[in-house]
């Protein structure tokens, strides 16, 4: 496979579920980052992993736990979710070095619905 | 911090309608520009992307260029087709040092192009 790819494609979970959300990448790219993108608001970063460390969270709830065991894999744990949790949620990766980042590539999302 | 505008959506257009999407944007350095396209029920892809002033970027007939001057980077596309349907992002890449930087996203521009 090429790109990014991200499973499941669509995913119904109750409240008090527990499931994960994985992305690969084929491109040999240095960072990977989650984002939610929900109806009528602006694409919103939820983590960024350089080289397999966290350098950002951005004041995501602790339901959210993502986990970047090597460079070409990241993954996002949910538990205990609420209704408003409900969105797409992105998968990216790029490569980035100290002249700049360059150009994200994107998976295709899991549309996730929380019941 | 650096920071991205978008003309709001949505644009409805006429097939074969020539397009403008503004975006304007403010940035410490030298920032990359890139806009992106997402289909619906899609993840985000590179349309095109300009690294330096006066750069042309281009791809299946849309183009931006790169203004310093007035820091633009509006997207046009000579004669559009129902199926460049799509939500449009614009974005650049944060300026500054070291290699936590991330791009920075407008809020999205949508289109629908009538038949």
């Known amino acids: 496979e090429t790109g990014v790819t991200q499973t499941p494609r669509h995913l119904v979970m109750g409240m008090t579920n527990k499931k994960s959300l994985k992305c690969e990448q084929h491109?040999?790219?240095?960072?990977m980052y989650w984002y939610k993108q929900s109806a009528k608001k602006p694409l919103e970063l939820m983590f960024v992993?350089?080289?397999?460390?966290?350098?950002e969270n951005n004041s995501v709830p602790s339901r959210f736990s993502p986990e970047c065991p090597n460079s070409s894999h990241l993954f996002l744990h949910l538990h205990t979710l609420q209704p408003e949790d409900s969105a797409l949620y992105l998968c990216?990766?790029?490569?980035?070095?100290?002249?700049?980042?360059?150009?994200?590539?994107f998976g295709p999302g899991t549309r996730l619905t929380v019941t | 911090g650096d920071s991205v505008t978008q003309m709001e959506g949505p644009v409805t257009l006429s097939e074969e309608a020539f397009l403008t999407i503004n975006c304007t944007y403010t940035?410490?350095?030298?920032?990359?520009l890139f806009w992106y396209v997402q289909y619906p029920g899609e993840g985000l892809q590179l349309l095109l992307k300009?690294?330096?002033a006066d750069d042309k970027g281009s791809n299946k007939g849309f183009e931006a260029t790169y203004r310093k001057e007035t820091t633009s980077f509006h997207l046009e596309k000579g004669s559009v087709q129902v199926s460049d349907s799509a939500v449009y992002f614009c974005?650049?890449?944060?300026?500054?040092?070291?290699?936590?930087?991330?791009?920075?996203w407008g809020l999205g521009t949508s289109l629908a192009v009538n038949p």
């Open positions: 990216a990766s790029s490569q980035v070095n100290a002249q700049g980042v360059r150009e994200q590539y």
């Open positions: 491109l040999g790219h240095n960072a």
């Open positions: 992993y350089n080289f397999k460390e966290q350098t």
């Open positions: 940035a410490t350095g030298y920032p990359s």
């Open positions: 300009a690294t330096k």
């Open positions: 974005a650049l890449s944060e300026s500054g040092a070291g290699n936590n930087r991330k791009l920075i």
